[in-house]
C-alpha cells in the first residue's frame, strides 16, 4: 500500500475519531450521573434518531467487511448471513420492540425480575448479556486488526496488535465519558456515512458492468473457479450431512439471535414510548434491508473485479474485500481515485467498529453494574444510583480489556463468522427466558435461570469442542484437537436445549407462579400502563 493512501486513510480516519471525541466530550458535559442519562441518554430520541442509531448499532463489521467477504469467496452461500440479518428484525418487531421497552427500565434483567425473584434471574441474565457482548466484541476488534494491517501494507501482526488496542481504548473513552446519548449520536453519524459509501460503492459497481446484474453475476462465476457451482447453494455449505446441519443452525442462530442481542435490546429503552420503540424498529428495517442488498452487489463485485484469489491473498477470510474493491473501481493502486475511494471506505469502516464497540460495551457495562454489581449490594444494601453508574464506568475497562485479548487471539478469523456465534449464544441463552418471561402465565424462576445456563452452557461447550478451537488448520488452536462437536456453529443444539430447560425446570419447580404479577406484567407489556 502506497504512502498516499496510508496519510490520507489516515487523516480522514483521525478525523472521524476528532469529531466523535468531540461529541463524547460535549455530551459529558451534561449530567451523566443519573442511571437513566447513562444507560439511556434520559429517553429523548425520536424514532428517527434510533432507527439511525439501531441501524448503525447493527451494520456493524461482520456486514460491511465479513459478508460481502464470504460472498465474494462462496457466493449464494454467503447469503445467508444477509438473509438471516434481515429476516431477524421481523422477529424484533412483531415479538420484541414494544413488549421491552414497556416492561423494562435498562437491561433484559429487568423484563425478566418484573415476575420473578429478582436476584438470581439477574446474576444469570447479567452473566449471559456480558458473554454475548464479549463474543461480539471481538468480532469487531478481529475486522480492526485486519483494515490497519491493509492499510499499512500488511506489516504483520505488530499492526493488527496496535489496532485492536487503538479501538478498545477508543471505545472505553466514549462509554464511560458518554454514556448512552454520546454512543447514540456517534451511531448515527456512523450510518449516514456507512449507508453513503455503500450506495456510492454499488453505484460504480453496476457502472462497471453498465447496470447489467446478470452479466456481474456470471462475470464473478467465471472469476470464482467454481463456474455455476458459485451461484448455487452448496459451495460452502453443501457436500457431507454435517455441511447441511451446519448452514441449518447458522440460519437459526442468525435469524433467532437479534432478539436476544443485549447492546439491540437496550436501544429500545432510548425513545420515550412503546410507539416509539416500534417505529425505530420501522425506520431501522428500512435503512438496514437497504443496506443488505447493496452488500450483495459488492460481494458478486469483488468477486467479478478482483477475484477470490486476491481476496484471499490480502486476508483468508474475505475481511478485506471492501477495502480492495473501492481501489479497484477508483482507478487502481496507483491512481488519485483509488487512493481516495480506498482512505474513505477504510475511515468508514473503521468508524463502523467504534461505534459498534461502543454500543456493546455500553450494554455489556449496563448489564454489569445494573445487574450483577447492583443484585450483589442488595444483599448489604441498596445501591446508589451514582454507585452503580461509576461501576460501569469501571465494567467499561476491564470489559474492553477482556475483548482486545480475545481479539488478538482470533484475528485470522472471519467476523461475519465470529458474529454468527454470537448470535447463537444469545439466542439459546437471552431469548427462551425473553419469551418465557412475556408469554407464559406458569413461568418461574427456576424456570427462569434454567433457561438462561440452559443455552448459554452448552452453546459455549459446543463452541469449545467445534472445529472453530481445534482440529483443522482454520482453527484457532491447529496443533491440537479436542474437536468433539462436528458442527462450526452450535445454534441447532443449543436453542431448543434452553427452551428445553426453561420449561424443565419450570414443570419441576415448587415454586407457584404469581399470576397476579403476570396479569400486571402482561397489562404493562401491552398497554404501557406503569412503564418507566
Known sequence: MTGHHQTLALLLFSAFVAVTLGITTWVSRNRQGSEEEFYAGGRLFSPMENGFAIAGDYMSAASFLGVTGLIALFGYDGLLYVVGFLVAWLVVLFLVAELVRNCGR??????????????????????SSVTVSVLYLVAQMVGA????????????EAAQAWAVIGVGALMVIYVSLGGMRATTWIQIVKAVLLLGGTIALTVLVLLRFHGDFDRLLLTAAERSGHGAAFLAPGLKYGGDWTARFDFMSLGLALVLGTAGLPHILSRFYTVPTARAARRSVVWAIGLIGGFYLMTIVLGFGAAAILGPETVRGSSAAGNTAVPLLALDLGGGADSKGGTVLFAFVAAIAFATILAVVAGITLASSASVAHDLYASLRRRQAQAKPRSEVAVARIAAVGIGVVAIALGLLARDLNVAFLVGLAFAVAASANLPV??????????????????????????????????VVSGSPESLFPGVDFQYFPLQNPGLVSIPLGFLAGWLGTVTSAEIADEAKHAETEVRSLTGAGAV
Open 434 to 467: 425473553l419469551l418465557y418471561s412475556l408469554f407464559w402465565r406458569g413461568f418461574t424462576t427456576r424456570g427462569a435461570v434454567w433457561a438462561v445456563y440452559g443455552g448459554l452452557v452448552p452453546a459455549l461447550v459446543l463452541v469449545v469442542l467445534s472445529p
Open 145 to 156: 486488526g485486519s483494515l490497519v494491517a491493509l492499510l499499512l501494507g500488511n506489516t504483520g
Open 106 to 127: 435498562f437491561t433484559l434483567a429487568d423484563v425478566v425480575a418484573a415476575r420473578m425473584s429478582e436476584r438470581p434471574v439477574r446474576i444469570a441474565a447479567g452473566t
